[in-house]
């Protein structure tokens, strides 16, 4: 069923469907009732002759110049095709639909004066798969993301490069093909296209998406790496973190314990150790903070997928044009800081508690590098580098983008907010955590066969099953593979988000 879009409600799991289940789109009757009542008080606007920033005057530094009326439809074009001045790789498909979707979206409240026909232009370009080349360098994510939704914008008008059916092409062949016709704006609309925060808000939110699944399937790994140390379910007791208080500790505790429910590796004490190391015991209070984190970044996107972002805001019923800041990113600059920082530790921990299990000397009786045969096999050995480098990385790519700023258009855009740099760098953490949470789930696999080996004690059932799918990809190593096989088959599950509904279909719903 398609998603049906009025720019109030559209929620992240309809992004998700959209941006990468292709699901269909159509703006509501109220949406349309909305764009229309808007885009008529600006025709009437425009008829008086007033001076509306934007509509009959030019942009930033230039908006105390007049624009008469004949120029207004030169002013659009030039505005978008000056503006279009992103650099390097394109944005990923994904990100893309993202971002159309939630510029409609937006568009769709009734506060920004264009007309509807030019809404569903773009709704058709998205809904046929026509994809504009975006690069993913150029905002400063302050008047919006000017220059990558410029680049959106250019195919509109038969401009630009964009990909169709999985073809680079111009963008006007890529509207022939798709039978759309380019379009030609009028007063107000490509500010309104161009004029807000969807190049970082559709990549943060695509993070968000990841970075839910991600707190779940950390709890799975730690859960599977707590049975290869042979660790104390003791310290997940809930009444230890019923007196701290967090949410997220609590839901990650709970978590641990009903992965761990009928293991008889992980037990409640074990006999020769009084507590474990701090990458197990602590993964309550660990991986806690960053759901609460993770919790605040989702709340703020959702609150910003369904926000009037562009410049001026229209008011029919107040009969006011108001030109503010909503197209600033300063709320999804720090939010996607806070996630990237969040989503960093999942990762930094993880690669310790794999440390744990390929060091001879913290694993509790497993083997020297998860190998049997040490010396000719190196077994998991620079499995643990490439973690640990990934989490290096991270450290750089967390440093927060949103504590800079640099002045713009001669100084009368003179703070910014780094919103999308902040995005780009925290899809990059995303990327590197679901990676180094497959190494660890890798070398679970591999320790909790070796114990299987010893006859040590039995998996939990939901922890099992995990195992279990993780071995129809992998295969246990009595010696050397080609070990990036293995590693890359884990992160696939992970960025396939089947790691926890494999667990879930055993021991229930995790928090």
Known sequence: MAVTIDGKSLTLEQVALVARGYEKVVLSDSAKAAVNKARAYVEKKLSEGAVIYGLTTGFGKFSDTFIPADETAQLQRNLIISHSCGMGDPLPTEAVRAAMLLRCNALSRGHSGIRLSTIETLLNMLNAGVHPIIPEKGSLGASGDLAPLSHMVLVMLGEGEAEYRGVRMSGREAMEKAGIPVIELAAKEGLALINGTQIMTAIGSLCVIDALDLMKTADIAAALTCEAQLGIKAAFDHKV?????????????????????????????????????????????????????????????????????????????????????????????????????????????????????????????LPAFLTKHGGVNS???????????????????????????????????????????????????????????????????????????????????????????????IAPIETDVVMYTNLKAADELIKAHAIVPAAEAVCGALK
């Open 379 to 473: 077994g998991f050995m620079i499995a643990q580098y490439s973690a640990a480098s990934m989490v290096s990385e991270n450290k750089v790519y967390a440093h927060p983008a949103s504590v800079d700023s640099i002045p713009s258009s001669a100084n009368q855009e003179d703070h910014v907010s780094m919103g999308t740099t902040a995005a780009r760098k925290c899809r990059m953490i995303v990327d590197n955590a679901q990676k180094v949470l497959g190494i660890e789930l890798t070398a679970a696999h591999q320790a909790l066969w070796l114990r299987s080996e010893e006859g040590r004690g039995e998996m939990a059932p939901a922890t099992k099953a995990v195992y279990d799918l993780l071995g129809t990809k």
């Open 241 to 365: 973190h019923d007196v701290r208080g967090h949410q997220g500790q609590k839901d990650a505790a709970e978590n641990l314990l009903k992965l761990l429910e009928g293991s008889t590796l992980a037990l409640r004490t074990q006999p020769n150790k009084v507590q474990d190391a701090y990458v197990i015991r602590c993964v309550p209070q660990i991986h806690g903070a960053s759901r609460d984190a993770i919790a605040y970044v989702k709340a703020a996107v959702e609150r910003e997928i369904n926000a009037v972002t562009d410049n001026p805001i229209i008011f029919p019923d107040e009969d006011e044009v108001i030109s503010g800041g909503n197209f600033h990113g300063q709320p999804m600059a720090l939010a996607f800081d806070f996630l990237g920082i969040a989503v960093s530790e999942l990762a930094n921990v993880s690669e310790r508690r794999t440390e744990r299990m390929v060091n001879p000397a913290l694993s509790f009786g």
